[in-house]
């Protein structure tokens, strides 16, 4: 029987947690008599053809390193199966460094090529992925998050109460915009653990395309809200993928944004939280409020953060369980945990049958997760609408309380 060589690579943004898979894969792979090649920056060598960026893995290398943030792999976007040369070409190359199976570690877009390289070994490579992403919007077994997503969320928690406290101390309010292109899940999180004013993600539009100028008033109820109970500051997290919630004609600004490899717009560089401070400020002095309104994106500090406990034994657990299954034959799955244990969960039942791309797993907002959260926010509600809310709020600003009913109903209605 011919030598078995594990190949490694990490496509996708980084998220604690990669060098615990990276570690825990390859001395278990060694330690069952396997050679291990890491491949660096996922799919972008393999898609040319390239051979050369590649390294031999020995436990010696990895033994320490899955307490570290980053990826010791680095990482890119490319995607393999962009078109059928780059597909052939990914196939042709792994097959020449004598990898006889794949480990992928990343999210959809990752999990999508991994599918497609399978699809063309045609059984004669085997391939898992392991899912990472700190959006954790990739439906796993038991609801169990992507690895990478508690870490994330307790250093952006940790970054929204200080900004909560400057708020509080320099009588301003925070526009913080995280990632979560689908999903919504990081920036409620966030806003959860740490408290903050108010949070608008992508789910409570439930698919509908929403004006700008809604978006706007939903933050301003809050700030009004806020004024009634004597308080002038605030934090509100914005999940990035409400931007993709915005009506069509509304992300004219945003057009020239560049797209990645899937065709993803890079919604790090789409200016939302500019966008929604402009509309809000404007919509603000019209009542005639003005606040100090301040943006900040964070994103970039979560996705290498050191990881946390849970992240190290989590991501360790699903390297091991990954070689563990490609070792036993198995391929074409996405290695998951159910009920504690490492299981399969095959590349077919995660694509979504309309699209061909993997599935998404969104917000909720129907489980009390999501309305404990809603509880806690600051956001206009029905009873704001009547009185005696509605002259209290009114009050503080332009409007007579027939007019505010009338200018915020849309806000309440949509909530």
């Given at each position: 029987?011919?030598?078995?060589?594990?190949?490694?690579?990490v496509?996708?943004?980084?998220a604690?947690?990669?060098?615990?898979v990276?570690?825990?894969?390859?001395?278990?792979?060694i330690?069952?008599?396997?050679?291990?090649?890491?491949?660096?920056?996922?799919?972008q060598?393999?898609a040319?053809?390239?051979?050369s960026?590649?390294?031999?893995?020995?436990i010696?290398d990895?033994s320490r390193?899955h307490w570290?943030?980053?990826s010791v792999?680095r990482?890119s976007?490319?995607?393999?199966?962009?078109?059928e040369?780059?597909?052939?070409?990914?196939?042709?190359?792994?097959?020449?460094?004598?990898?006889?199976?794949l480990?992928?570690?990343?999210?959809?877009?990752?999990?999508?090529?991994a599918?497609?390289?399978?699809?063309?070994?045609?059984?004669?490579?085997?391939v898992?992925?392991?899912?990472?992403?700190?959006d954790?919007?990739?439906?796993l077994?038991?609801?169990?998050?992507?690895?990478?997503?508690?870490?994330?969320?307790?250093?952006g928690?940790?970054?929204v109460?200080?900004?909560?406290?400057?708020?509080r101390?320099t009588?301003r309010?925070?526009l913080?915009?995280?990632?979560g292109?689908?999903s919504?899940?990081?920036?409620l999180g966030?806003?959860?653990?740490?408290g903050?004013?108010?949070a608008?993600?992508?789910?409570?539009f439930?698919?509908?395309?929403?004006?700008?100028h809604?978006?706007?008033?939903?933050?301003?109820?809050s700030?009004?809200?806020?004024?009634?109970s004597?308080h002038?500051?605030g934090?509100?997290?914005?999940?990035e993928?409400?931007a993709e919630?915005?009506?069509?004609?509304?992300?004219a600004?945003m057009?020239s944004?560049?797209?990645?490899?899937?065709?993803?717009v890079?919604?790090?560089e789409?200016?939302l939280?500019?966008?929604?401070?402009?509309?809000?400020?404007?919509?603000?002095?019209?009542?005639?409020?003005t606040?100090?309104l301040?943006?900040?994106?964070?994103?970039?500090?979560?996705?290498?953060a050191?990881p946390?406990?849970?992240?190290?034994?989590?991501?360790r657990?699903?390297?091991?369980?990954?070689?563990?299954?490609?070792?036993?034959?198995?391929?074409?799955?996405m290695?998951?945990l159910?009920g504690?244990?490492?299981a399969?969960?095959?590349?077919?039942e995660m694509?979504?049958p309309?699209?061909g791309?993997?599935?998404?797993?969104l917000?909720?907002?129907?489980?009390e997760?999501?309305?404990v959260?809603?509880?806690y926010?600051?956001r206009?509600?029905?009873?704001?609408?009547?009185?005696?809310?509605?002259s209290?709020?009114a009050?503080?600003?332009?409007?007579?309380?027939?007019q505010?009913?009338?200018?915020?109903?849309?806000?309440?209605d949509?909530a």
């Amino acid at each position: 029987m011919s030598e078995r060589r594990l190949g490694i690579l990490v496509g996708g943004g980084p998220a604690p947690g990669i060098n615990g898979v990276i570690a825990a894969a390859t001395i278990e792979a060694i330690n069952e008599g396997c050679r291990v090649t890491g491949i660096y920056d996922g799919y972008q060598w393999l898609a040319r053809g390239d051979a050369s960026h590649v390294a031999e893995l020995h436990i010696e290398d990895v033994s320490r390193i899955h307490w570290l943030g980053g990826s010791v792999l680095r990482t890119s976007r490319t995607n393999p199966a962009k078109d059928e040369q780059s597909l052939d070409h990914a196939v042709h190359t792994l097959r020449e460094l004598g990898v006889t199976d794949l480990l992928c570690i990343g999210g959809d877009d990752t999990t999508f090529g991994a599918a497609r390289i399978a699809e063309r070994a045609a059984g004669a490579l085997r391939v898992a992925t392991v899912p990472k992403t700190i959006d954790n919007d990739l439906p796993l077994p038991d609801n169990m998050p992507t690895f990478g997503f508690e870490t994330a969320r307790a250093v952006g928690t940790n970054i929204v109460e200080s900004l909560m406290e400057d708020a509080r101390t320099t009588t301003r309010w925070y526009l913080v915009v995280t990632m979560g292109r689908k999903s919504g899940a990081l920036a409620l999180g966030i806003a959860k653990a740490a408290g903050a004013t108010t949070a608008v993600i992508p789910e409570e539009f439930h698919g509908h395309a929403v004006p700008l100028h809604l978006v706007a008033d939903s933050l301003a109820g809050s700030i009004i809200k806020r004024r009634v109970s004597g308080h002038d500051h605030g934090v509100a997290v914005i999940a990035e993928g409400v931007a993709e919630s915005l009506e069509p004609n509304e992300l004219a600004s945003m057009s020239s944004a560049a797209k990645d490899a899937y065709g993803n717009v890079r919604l790090t560089e789409v200016d939302l939280g500019d966008i929604i401070k402009r509309s809000l400020g404007e919509r603000l002095n019209a009542l005639g409020l003005t606040t100090t309104l301040v943006v900040k994106d964070i994103g970039y500090e979560l996705r290498c953060a050191k990881p946390v406990a849970f992240d190290v034994e989590y991501a360790r657990t699903l390297g091991y369980g990954a070689v563990r299954y490609l070792l036993s034959g198995g391929s074409g799955a996405m290695v998951a945990l159910r009920g504690g244990k490492v299981a399969p969960v095959t590349l077919s039942e995660m694509l979504d049958p309309k699209s061909g791309r993997i599935k998404v797993r969104l917000v909720d907002t129907g489980t009390e997760a999501y309305e404990v959260g809603r509880k806690y926010m600051i956001r206009l509600e029905p009873a704001d609408l009547q009185e005696p809310r509605l002259s209290l709020l009114a009050a503080v600003t332009r409007l007579t309380p027939a007019q505010f009913q009338e200018r915020f109903q849309p806000v309440v209605d949509g909530a």
